[in-house]
């Protein structure tokens, strides 16, 4: 687990708690032989939703590369602490949190940042409850739509959010401009560069997310939370992860 003398030199170091990351540590307990799940949001409740149509071309993306997806619907989830959890669209969006093992988050740009229609779904999903982390270690890829001219605004309020929210968000990244012009009359994203990012983007997340979703247990694992909870770190990963996968 660590080396005394190696610690020797670190009298704040509780030893018990170290742990030497390597390469040998970084693989799998255990092979997942399910496809990858995502969870896709979108920020926009108009009928002909940009946001949305993007979401589902994401979408469409990820079955083509083998992956199982859901997309939530914004509709009727009520205001954060406006109603308790329990509410249907709350535990609805929460579970399909804690299912996923990445998640396409996808918003117009208003006044500069996320629509308050976004907002309020990562509002709802908690850091922790219930011993379960809803999007803790999972992949993430960020995209906007805008009315005009391309902008960066709301992808970057996305991956300050994803941060916040403890996932490993991918560098790529969609920003759709002028998105009235991008779609056909079928909600269908026309043939432009706008789309070969979005192709980028979800085969990068696609590919972030096999590398990432066998290991998110160990690669989240915090000197900090070990020293609090005196868990030792080999044995409780290795179990949590046989769990997790059992579970599937």
């Not at 979108?42 to 002909?48: F, I, K, P, V």
């Not at 619907?73 to 804690?98: F, I, M, Q, W, Y």
């Not at 219930?130 to 270690?137: C, F, V």
């Amino acid at each position: 687990m660590s080396d005394p003398d190696f610690l020797a030199d670190l009298t704040n170091i509780t030893a018990s708690a170290f742990d030497r990351p390597s390469l040998d540590r970084l693989a799998p307990p255990a092979a997942f032989t399910h496809p990858p799940r995502f969870l896709l949001l979108y920020g926009s409740l108009r009928e002909r939703s940009y946001s949305k149509l993007l979401t589902l071309e994401a979408e469409r993306l990820l079955q083509a590369f083998g992956a199982e997806t859901r997309v939530f619907d914004p509709r009727g989830l009520p205001l954060p602490d406006d109603a308790p959890p329990t509410h249907p669209k709350v535990a609805e969006l929460r579970e399909l949190s804690n299912w996923s093992e990445g998640q396409v988050w996808c918003s117009p740009e208003r006044h500069g940042a996320v629509t308050g229609v976004f907002k309020s779904q990562i509002d709802w999903l908690p850091l922790e409850v219930g011993g379960m982390r809803p999007t803790q270690g999972r992949t993430l890829a960020v995209m906007q739509v805008s009315g005009g001219s391309q902008s960066f605004n709301a992808v970057n309020s996305l991956r300050v959010l994803g941060r916040w929210m403890r996932m490993v968000v991918i560098p790529n990244q969609s920003s759709v401009a002028k998105a009235f012009q991008e779609f056909d009359d079928a909600g269908r994203m026309k043939p432009s560069a706008y789309y070969e990012r979005v192709v980028d983007v979800v085969e990068e997340l696609f590919k972030f997310t096999l590398l990432v979703r066998e290991r998110s247990e160990y690669l989240t694992s915090r000197y900090s939370e070990r020293k609090a909870s005196a868990i030792d770190v080999g044995a409780d990963l290795t179990a949590r992860a046989l769990a997790t996968d059992r579970s599937r």
